[in-house]
């Protein structure tokens, strides 16, 4: 398996422009988590979803960050419109319901710096 | 909610035996998980205990003790490679994780 995929890998953008990350987890994974990692803030989750559907959106810090995922094999989060202090790593994670164990696995993650 | 503790960073030499320990609150708790990552990599997942006790997987181990809410991950036989942060997570209601602020390991030659 490829393991979860994220794409850009890397992006700067100025402030005030909208930013899309997306994310394909582990094909049979039904859930699905955005990430925020900073150094002072450490890893904070965002969102997740179960089955495409979104259970917690209480980590999305405002109203400028959306998230979708469409199927199960595609999500994205979005920025708009984006600020200095969203510059981040952004990670995507994937896990499969399996008893009362979770795992997560981890995209490598997109790092965004907004100017 | 959750909250973790462990400490910032820990340094050990080549060969040695580090323990890093990991203290949580929280409102609803299915087990305690450590994830490892690497400067400018992802977590990847290390361990997980749901019952107290030791858990053993090659040179790592992690244990747990729900009464007194506490757990810590054990690393034997240092090895350079090993240098990296280790993040304590719960898992809280669902299958939400909760990430503690990580511990910086280094080892030393």
């Known amino acids: 398996d490829a393991g979860v995929i994220q794409s850009p890998r890397h992006e700067v953008t100025e402030m005030g422009q909208e930013v899309t990350l997306r994310c394909k987890p582990i094909?049979?994974?039904?859930?699905l988590f955005w990430y925020r990692q900073t150094m002072m803030r450490g890893l904070e989750l965002l969102i997740y979803?179960?089955?495409?559907?979104?259970?917690?959106d209480s980590g999305m810090p405002e109203d400028r960050f959306s998230a979708k995922m469409p199927n199960a094999s595609f999500s994205t989060l979005k920025i708009q419109p984006s600020e200095p202090r969203d510059s981040a790593v952004y990670f995507c994670?994937?896990?499969?319901?399996?008893?009362?164990?979770?795992?997560?696995?981890f995209g490598p993650g997109t790092r965004l710096l907004v100017l | 909610g959750q909250s973790l503790e462990q400490p910032s960073e820990v340094t050990a030499v080549e060969g040695a035996i580090v323990q890093i320990n990991c203290t949580y609150q929280?409102?609803?708790?299915?087990?305690l998980s450590w994830y490892q990552q690497h400067d400018g990599g992802a977590p990847t997942f290390l361990s997980y205990?749901?019952?107290?006790g030791l858990e053993e997987t090659g040179r790592f181990s992690s244990f747990l003790s729900r009464s007194d809410s506490y757990g810590y991950l054990l690393l034997q036989e240092l090895q350079m490679k090993d240098s990296a942060s280790y993040f304590c997570?719960?898992?809280?209601?669902?299958?939400?994780?909760?990430f503690g602020s990580g511990t910086q390991l280094t080892v030393l030659p």
């Open positions: 929280t409102s609803g708790f299915y087990g």
């Open positions: 994670a994937s896990s499969l319901t399996q008893g009362a164990m979770e795992t997560q696995y």
């Open positions: 997570a719960v898992q809280g209601s669902a299958r939400q994780l909760t």
């Open positions: 205990n749901g019952l107290d």
């Open positions: 979803f179960n089955n495409n559907v979104p259970i917690d």
């Open positions: 094909s049979g994974h039904d859930y």
